[in-house]
């Protein structure tokens, strides 16, 4: 039996896998002006699902004020 998947009741891959994805759509939302933080949360629901959203939504005007 291998250890390293115990803690995540088998499914460590998956929950690296997810994290990984939220990170890299929190960075990518910065990119675009919108909010990191936000997007990071939304990638832990949606997954892929947030990173095609992310990538189809235009980027967000800075202010003028």
Do not use: C, D
């Amino acid at each position: 039996m291998n250890m390293g998947f115990v803690w995540a009741g088998g499914h460590a891959p998956y929950v690296l896998g997810w994290g990984t994805l939220a990170l890299i759509n929190a960075g990518l939302a910065q990119g675009k002006n919108r909010s990191g933080l936000l997007w990071f949360l939304l990638s832990l629901l949606l997954g892929p699902i947030a990173t095609f959203l992310l990538v189809v939504l235009p980027k967000v005007r800075e202010r003028l004020f």
